[in-house]
């Protein structure tokens, strides 16, 4: 058993090491790993109008977390250890699949639905609710 990678990158030089087919596999698959989770973390938020970069942090932050909580419970699998550069390829993982979709994905749900707006002729703050029904007055019974 090998002991604990704590060294950033010293995983991914080895890798480099054994040729690029190879280094190619492991560090695409140290992407790829956690990379859906950068679009369908700001997906399910369901905001197309909110900051950029505030949703990037967001997204690499909960990417870097579980990547951490994960790293730690394969502590207590026998034969697994922590690898610092696991973690790192997970988190840019998330915030290149983020910076890869979601804001084409927003832009084109941004356009949807200012083109919904124009065809119902609603103003913006009406297209997520409707419009307020109202109710006729009814005289009060004497």
Same mark, same amino acid.
């Given at each position: +058993?090998?002991?604990?990678?704590?060294?950033?990158?010293?995983?991914?030089?080895? @890798?480099?090491?054994?040729?690029?087919?190879?280094?190619?596999?492991?560090? =695409?698959?140290?992407?790829?790993? /956690?990379?859906?989770?950068?679009?369908?973390?700001? +997906?399910?938020?369901?905001?197309?109008? =909110?900051?950029? /970069?505030?949703? %990037?942090?967001?997204?690499?932050?909960?990417?870097?977390?579980?990547?951490?909580?994960?790293?730690? %419970?394969? *502590?207590?699998?026998? =034969?697994?250890?922590? @690898?610092? @550069?696991?973690?790192?390829?997970?988190?840019?993982?998330?915030?290149?699949?983020?910076? !890869?979709?979601?804001?084409?994905?927003?832009?084109? %749900?941004? &356009? &949807?639905?200012? *083109?919904?707006?124009? !065809?119902?002729?609603?103003?913006?703050?009406?297209?997520?609710?409707?419009? *307020?029904? *109202?109710?006729?007055?009814? =005289? +009060?019974?004497?």
């Amino acid at each position: +058993m090998s002991p604990a990678n704590l060294r950033p990158f010293a995983g991914i030089r080895a @890798d480099l090491a054994l040729g690029w087919p190879e280094a190619a596999h492991r560090i =695409g698959a140290g992407l790829a790993l /956690l990379a859906p989770l950068g679009v369908l973390l700001p +997906m399910v938020h369901g905001r197309l109008a =909110g900051s950029p /970069l505030a949703s %990037l942090a967001r997204s690499v932050a909960a990417g870097a977390l579980l990547s951490l909580a994960i790293e730690l %419970l394969q *502590t207590g699998v026998p =034969g697994q250890v922590v @690898d610092i @550069d696991s973690i790192l390829l997970n988190t840019v993982g998330v915030g290149l699949a983020h910076l !890869a979709v979601v804001p084409l994905v927003r832009s084109v %749900l941004r &356009r &949807r639905a200012e *083109t919904r707006v124009r !065809a119902a002729g609603l103003r913006p703050e009406e297209l997520s609710q409707g419009r *307020t029904p *109202t109710i006729p007055r009814v =005289g +009060m019974a004497p």
